[in-house]
């Protein structure tokens, strides 16, 4: 999600995303996990991408992942850093890398889970470089 664009979280909340945004809006990070595959799953959805179930619910996430790819945008004004991020929980995410050294990054690093504002205020998950 790029910060400053349209994201997700600029639009209204669905009836199957409002838990993910209002624990958003309180710190907690959620992830969707299928009952019948006992698989997590990434982007929120109620419908289990994997084996197609609809016995699913939301679980408290980590907050931890592994950089699995990035990319830095230098010439967009400011630079960011679009990233895909593998989560603690299984599921790989499209995200930023936000409070980082770009030239730092490398491909399985661990990162920590930060939520940064959105152009409406809404806070969106991104990731940072891990401190511990």
């Not at 084996?51 to 996430?61: A, I, L, Q, V």
């Not at 936000?98 to 939520?115: K, T």
């Amino acid at each position: 999600m790029i910060i400053g664009a349209r994201t997700p979280g600029d639009l209204e909340p669905t009836p199957e995303t409002q838990d993910f945004w209002d624990a958003a809006a309180q710190g907690r990070f959620l992830v969707r996990h299928c009952n019948t595959c006992d698989k997590a799953h990434w982007y929120p959805r109620g419908l289990c991408p994997l084996c197609h179930s609809s016995d699913t619910n939301w679980r408290e996430g980590s907050g931890k992942g592994t950089i699995y790819s990035f990319s830095v945008m230098r010439k967009a004004e400011p630079p960011f850093v679009m990233a895909y991020v593998t989560l603690a929980e299984g599921p790989t995410m499209m995200t930023n890398i936000v409070e980082c050294d770009s030239d730092a990054l490398a491909i399985g690093q661990p990162v920590e889970l930060v939520f940064q504002p959105s152009k409406s205020g809404t806070p969106v998950p991104c990731f940072r470089p891990a401190t511990t």
